[in-house]
């Protein structure tokens, strides 16, 4: 069993369409959800569908903790060996578990997999991915992230939970914590693999669009890319945000 963290703001439509596609294409699996001070309305409809799960824990918070701690609180709960952080903004497809679950025996070190995305304008999408590969994409099906990959959808070992720890809190609701942890996870010697197999649709922070304005999130971002900088010990270029 897997277990599926996802905050939740509001956002029902979107969660609804996330939790059904995960009951659809997912085997073995329980839900996370951590309900960040939703409305009354909007949290009625994630939990009516949510309760059509076999296996689902619920996390309340009388106000919105912001993603990092709320997903914080999920992996506190979970007990599974491999845990998944995803977004309510996203859709499972066919196969995805399996597959990602599949790329952690390509090497003994595997401490982290991610899928590709559709929709979200990152360095993950699907179509940017197809003009840096070119002809060659990888055949074996994943290809080994240097860098690092978004947390709209990861799946990470217990192992290096127990080795790296929970996502870091310095950088306040989010933005910029991916990167850390992902630093992090390579500095203890694990590897990041992205399956060029599995393609998630990712509609991009559409909770942190209800919340701020275009201007508050530059400066949210400017602000943690800062905070990464300070942080980081090595002399890697990194690709942020």
Known sequence: MIDIIIPVFNQAELTIRCLQSIRKYTKDYRVILINNGSEKTEWEEIKKELQRNKEYVIIN??????????????????????????????????????????????GDRIGMTAPMCSVADSWQNIEKLKKVWGRNLPRKGYRKANQMVAFFCVMIDREVIRKVGYLSEDFGVGLGDDDWYCHLVREAGFEILVSTKIVIPHYHRTTFKTLYKEKELKKMQKENINKFKMKITTGDEWQIF
């Not at 998944?84 to 995805?96: F, I, P, Q, R």
């Open 61 to 106: 918070n009388k106000e919105n903790l912001g993603f990092i701690k709320a997903t914080n609180q999920g992996i506190a709960t979970s007990t599974a060996e491999k845990i998944v952080l995803m977004n309510n903004d996203t859709e499972a497809v066919k196969g995805w578990a399996d597959e990602l679950l599949r790329l952690f025996s390509e």
